[in-house]
């Protein structure tokens, strides 16, 4: 299956999606990279089923400016409802006000991260995505979103040990709230097209752990109508 990796900005190398999902060559996939969005066209979705997104909004490693106008947002939601499959992993859900119509499209927004962590993740529903998945550990940025859509189908939770930090952020020291339980994988539909997002991944250990190179190689899968 061909897919379309979009990656790297300024705060997330894009060698780490690149290796992280070099393993799932041996499982069908064969990646077309672009990292500086200069590269991208809006054109180019339509040769994919898929798209893995691992970027937020800088051009580059190097150009800071934001790759997401208008019409490349709109290129992307017209690629998913017309049957296109999208999967936003980590970086890929920063979005922002200039951002409203992909951040609409993903059903949420970051919004923020504790310190580098032991972030544990679990699925919690039977789902095409899940299956075959056990729990995992791994030191990663434990990803808090904002959910923007009605209709997630959350199948995957993640939840982090107290780290001293989150009285700034407004949470409870202790985890004595459901703040801190975080959906770490749902899904979503739109037209006729299919929405994953998966929030680890900021670390290569985390692509590479065997039971998250399950969830990528099925959320795939499923993306592209599978």
Same mark, same amino acid.
């Given at each position: 299956?061909?897919?379309?990796?979009?990656?790297?900005?300024?705060?997330?190398?894009?060698?780490? =999606? $690149?290796?992280?999902?070099? =393993?799932?060559?041996?499982?069908?996939?064969?990646?077309? $990279? $672009?990292?500086?969005?200069?590269?991208?066209?809006?054109?180019?979705?339509?040769?994919? =089923?898929?798209?893995?997104?691992?970027?937020?909004?800088?051009i580059s490693r190097t150009?800071?400016?934001?790759?997401?106008?208008?019409?490349?947002?709109?290129?992307?939601?017209?690629?998913?409802?017309?049957?296109?499959?999208?999967?936003?992993?980590? %970086?890929?859900?920063?979005?922002?006000?200039?951002?409203?119509?992909?951040?609409?499209?993903?059903?949420?927004?970051?919004?923020?991260?504790?310190? *580098?962590?032991?972030?544990?993740?679990?699925?919690?529903?039977?789902?095409?995505?899940?299956?075959?998945?056990?729990?995992?550990?791994?030191?990663?940025e434990h990803y808090r979103?904002?959910?923007?859509?009605?209709? $997630?189908?959350?199948?995957?939770?993640?939840?982090?040990?107290?780290?001293? *930090?989150?009285?700034?952020?407004?949470?409870?020291?202790?985890? %004595?709230?459901?703040?801190?339980?975080?959906?770490?994988?749902?899904?979503?539909?739109?037209?006729?097209?299919?929405?994953?997002?998966?929030?680890?991944?900021?670390?290569?250990?985390?692509? @590479? %752990?065997?039971?998250?190179? @399950?969830?990528?190689?099925?959320?795939?899968?499923?993306?592209?109508?599978?």
């Amino acid at each position: 299956m061909r897919v379309f990796l979009f990656c790297g900005d300024y705060w997330h190398p894009e060698q780490v =999606p $690149i290796d992280g999902v070099a =393993p799932l060559r041996e499982k069908g996939f064969d990646f077309d $990279i $672009i990292t500086d969005a200069n590269d991208f066209s809006p054109d180019i979705l339509k040769n994919y =089923p898929v798209v893995l997104l691992s970027k937020s909004g800088e051009i580059s490693r190097t150009e800071k400016d934001s790759w997401k106008t208008q019409e490349v947002q709109q290129a992307f939601v017209d690629y998913v409802e017309n049957g296109g499959g999208l999967l936003a992993v980590h %970086n890929a859900t920063v979005g922002g006000e200039r951002t409203q119509t992909l951040d609409a499209l993903l059903g949420c927004r970051f919004s923020y991260h504790p310190h *580098d962590c032991p972030v544990t993740v679990q699925p919690v529903k039977p789902h095409p995505v899940t299956e075959g998945v056990g729990m995992f550990r791994e030191v990663d940025e434990h990803y808090r979103l904002e959910i923007l859509s009605s209709d $997630i189908d959350v199948f995957m939770a993640s939840y982090s040990p107290p780290q001293g *930090d989150e009285a700034q952020y407004g949470e409870d020291p202790y985890h %004595n709230s459901e703040a801190w339980v975080c959906p770490a994988g749902y899904a979503r539909t739109q037209g006729e097209g299919r929405v994953c997002v998966l929030t680890p991944g900021h670390h290569l250990a985390v692509w @590479r %752990n065997p039971q998250y190179q @399950r969830a990528l190689e099925n959320a795939l899968r499923w993306c592209a109508g599978g």
